[in-house]
Structures are given as C-alpha cells and as structure tokens.
C-alpha cells in the first residue's frame, strides 16, 4: 500500500524558513520523480517544485525559484522542501505528490499526473 505522509509545516513570520519532509512508502522510491503542490482556502492546487527520480533536476513554480529548494534522500525514501525568505502568500496546505507510472519527466504541474498524495501539512505566514 502506498503511503506519503508530510510533516514539517508550522506558522512562522514572514522572511522566516521551514523545512518540509515526505516519507513514501510501499513502492519503490527510487523510481518515481515527486513533486510538492500546496493549495491555499478559495484557491487551486498549484505546483510548487518537482524533482527527478535521482535528484539531479529540479523545476519549480516561478513564484518560488531561488526561494525554495526541493531535494530527497532516497536511501531514507524522504522528499524535502526546504523554504527560505517565506512570504504571507506561501501560507497553504503543501502536499507531496508520486507521478504516475508511465509519465515521462516534465515541468507542467499537471495534478492529473499524480496518483499518490499524502495527507498535507499546513504552513502559515504571518506579516
């Protein structure tokens, strides 16, 4: 059974920092490319940052590069997103996600090619 569970978020005033984690289980990690998406009251699911199954190429939403950096251990199974300077509008509920197999590499944020999500962890900004 395939399971990502998020911990990590917290509230914090704004330029502070956070680091995110996603522990997946039950597949093989090493396999799949991940990404974080966060979703804020009123407003859709939007991709933050994605990272390929070795680690070595990220992409990220253009509101977030040279902020934010995404990156995993996969001897630990753990995807990391590590934010600095973080702003009021980062404040969502930030979820990681597993692709679905068969979908080759790519930057588009496309929720409709993710198949696993964990259960999300809330990150508050405050000005």
């Known amino acids: 059974q395939v399971q990502l569970v998020e911990s990590g978020g917290g509230s914090v005033q704004a330029g502070g920092s956070l680091t995110l984690s996603c522990v997946g289980s039950g597949y093989t990690y090493s396999r799949y490319f991940m990404g974080w998406f966060r979703q804020a009251p009123g407003k859709e699911r939007e991709g933050v940052a994605l990272?390929?199954?070795?680690?070595?190429?990220?992409c990220y939403v253009n509101s977030v590069r040279g902020r934010f950096t995404i990156s995993r251990d996969n001897a630990k199974n753990t995807l990391y997103l590590q934010m600095n300077s973080l702003k009021p509008d980062d404040t969502a509920m930030y979820y990681c996600?597993?692709?679905?197999?068969?979908?080759?590499?790519?930057?588009?944020?496309?929720?409709?090619?993710?198949?696993?999500w964990g259960q999300g962890t809330q990150v508050t900004v405050s000005s």
């Open positions: 996600a597993r692709v679905r197999p068969g979908v080759n590499w790519n930057c588009g944020f496309k929720p409709g090619e993710y198949d696993y």
């Open positions: 990272l390929t199954q070795g680690g070595d190429r990220p």
